[in-house]
């Protein structure tokens, strides 16, 4: 974990050496101030040379001036330094996270993932910051501070050594209570950022039903949760100041009462007691300034092992050595496929699909929930890699492709729309980066998008909400059809996108796609047999295996499921995961 957090410090590695280096120059600096405080009350006030005075008191300012600036510099570089490793950690968790497949992405909650980019990282960026200033000024101050004690008086030295004991035994105490409580609360903040990014984006669902103040509830328990965490913890660590305050009054009294002895017999000057105080108040705020160290470290420990998790993942799919650059056409072929989200699980989502169609041609595919459809065609993009067989797009094996290249050439509208704060135009160009707005105008076209677009006052540069919460389902689903089109693929896959528009509309869009893009492969999967028995062939799904494949009228006539949903809906019946078949109830499709 630290070599893997380490390795972020990139560009920032002077300053994280130059912090300890000024931080130590300023430690210096204040251990000797005390030591000529000292020479001028011996050498000067009780000697009545005010020459000394002078020279003294002149040397001590400067020492302090050179204090202060490396205290300002030890904080500045300190300051860039940690910045900049946030920096670094936030950018390379991203763009780790930009790699990874679908199977990764599985692994971690969208909530889990902000909060390890965000307060996990601010923990790791104090816990560096404090590392690279206080956890080197603390011990030097400690050593020379103590050093210079046993300098002045080795007998009268021993107070602190007990005092360190004692301090350090109650820290140890609570930093021991602390630790456990710290770590618990980090790991609540997923669930708080969970219910946050639940509520939000789901707000017209929360209001429609009326259930904000269950929501609220839901939000303040998660919250109360943290909050007593944080309470119990901080009301542990507040035992240091009055443990602190013990000790060191303790020593004040004990100096004070050994030290008058100890000047009265005359192994003693006044000076050197004075500044013994000093040394007593900087070894005991350095021994708390430690205590403080632990805590943020064993705090920072398990947000920092959460950022390596991320940063450590590895992307399931891979590039092939030498890569495929072009797809020769939009034929698709899956020889003998099985597939399962978990490897090795037994649970076979998809099972031995031997399936091969022709560039160009227009392939339905239907099933009932759980059947596998999405899964299937999610393997054509490479969003997921085969268990055992192959599907080949162009001839080849997918494996054997760039994904770049392949996913170029594989346009996938999928079952969830999604839409990005920006211009209905800076939208459409996630297809295509550099297409005109000619372009954009004849994809809208194809997509049945152009008709409403053109009601906008604003038309191409109307701003689209962040998820397009200021379109319809249908116009949503419309503009995504269109930003793939912009892609000019080889195959289209529509995922279930046009559940959304009305019967008129997408009929439209599939005598649209049959006349302008004849030659790219289309697979639509789609929930009303409407959609799909124009097409060339129609594949039926049946929990992961194929139940059937042939035209509208070949499968009316010798597939028995396929003749049940289309009897279910032109009859008026609805859904066909409705009736009591074995499509019915089965597991949500992925």
Same mark, same amino acid.
């Given at each position: ?31 000797? %101030? ?109 050593? $020379? ?172 799919? +891979? ?96 079952? +969830? ?14 297809? +295509? ?10 994809? $809208?076209?194809?997509? $049945?998008?152009?008709?409403? %677009? ?38 289209? %896959? ?66 028995? %499921? ?29």
């Amino acid at each position: 974990m630290i070599k893997t957090l380490l390795g972020q410090v990139k560009q920032y590695k002077t300053a994280s050496l130059l912090t300890p280096l000024f931080t130590g120059l300023e430690v210096l600096m204040e251990v000797l %101030i005390p030591f000529v405080t000292a020479s001028i009350i011996d050498k000067g006030i009780e000697a009545g040379d005010m020459g000394q005075v002078y020279f003294y008191g002149g040397l001590m300012l400067v020492m302090a001036f050179f204090s202060l600036t490396f205290a300002v510099l030890a904080g500045r570089y300190g300051a860039k330094a940690s910045a900049g490793f946030a920096c670094n950690l936030r950018e390379a968790m991203y763009e780790n996270i930009q790699t990874f497949s679908f199977s990764n992405i599985d692994k971690y909650s969208t909530a889990g993932l902000v909060t390890r980019m965000t307060t996990d990282v601010t923990n790791v960026q104090n816990a560096y910051q404090m590392i690279l200033r206080i956890a080197v000024r603390a011990p030097l101050t400690l050593i $020379c501070s103590m050093v210079m004690c046993f300098f002045i008086n080795g007998h009268l030295s021993s107070i602190f050594l007990a005092a360190i004991l004692v301090l350090g035994a109650a820290l140890i105490f609570i930093m021991q209570k602390t630790t456990k409580l710290f770590n618990e609360v980090f790991r609540r903040y997923d669930d708080l950022n969970a219910s946050v990014q639940e509520n939000v984006s789901a707000i017209r669902v929360v209001k429609a039903y009326v259930r904000e103040d269950y929501e609220d509830r839901k939000f303040a328990g998660a919250a109360q949760k943290i909050y007593k965490l944080f309470v119990k913890a901080e009301g542990l660590l507040a035992l240091n100041n009055p443990v602190m305050m013990l000790v060191v009054y303790g020593c004040i009294l004990a100096l004070s009462w050994f030290g008058a002895q100890y000047i009265v017999a005359g192994d003693l000057t006044t000076g050197e007691l004075t500044s013994m105080f000093s040394y007593v108040m900087s070894v005991l705020m350095s021994l708390m300034m430690l205590s403080m160290i632990f805590v943020m470290i064993s705090m920072s420990t398990a947000s920092g092992a959460r950022i390596a998790e991320v940063l450590n993942e590895t992307a399931d799919l +891979k590039n092939p050595k030498e890569p495929l650059t072009e797809v020769e056409d939009g034929s698709i072929d899956f020889n003998h496929v099985s597939f399962s989200y978990k490897q090795g699980s037994g649970e076979e989502t998809l099972h031995d699909i031997d399936l091969h169609i022709r560039s160009g041609e227009t392939i339905g595919i239907v099933g009932g929930t759980g059947s596998g459809k999405s899964s299937l065609v999610n393997l054509i993009s490479r969003l997921y890699d085969v268990d055992q067989g192959s599907v080949c797009v162009g001839g080849r094996d997918v494996r054997d492709y760039d994904m770049e290249a392949l996913r170029d050439q594989v346009a996938v509208v999928l079952q +969830k729309n999604v839409l990005f704060s920006g211009t209905i135009l800076d939208n459409l160009r996630w297809g +295509k980066e550099d297409a005109t707005e000619e372009e954009a105008r004849e994809a $809208c076209r194809q997509a $049945c998008a152009d008709e409403f %677009i053109s009601r906008f006052p604003d038309g191409y540069n109307t701003w689209i909400e962040q998820g397009g919460t200021n379109v319809s389902g249908g116009q949503k689903q419309r503009l995504c059809i269109a930003r793939a089109l912009l892609k000019k693929p080889k195959v289209l %896959i529509l995922d279930d996108s046009t559940s959304a528009v009305d019967t008129a509309t997408d009929a439209k869009i599939r005598r649209s796609f049959a006349s302008e893009i004849p030659g790219t492969t289309k697979l639509i999967i789609a929930q009303r047999v409407q959609s799909v028995q124009d097409a060339d062939r129609i594949l039926v799904l049946d929990d992961g295996k194929v139940n059937g494949f042939g035209t509208h009228e070949e499968l009316l006539a010798e597939n028995a %499921i396929y003749r049940d949903i289309y009897e279910t809906q032109t009859k008026g019946g609805g859904d066909f995961d409705e009736p009591g078949s074995d499509e019915a109830g089965k597991d949500g499709e992925r």
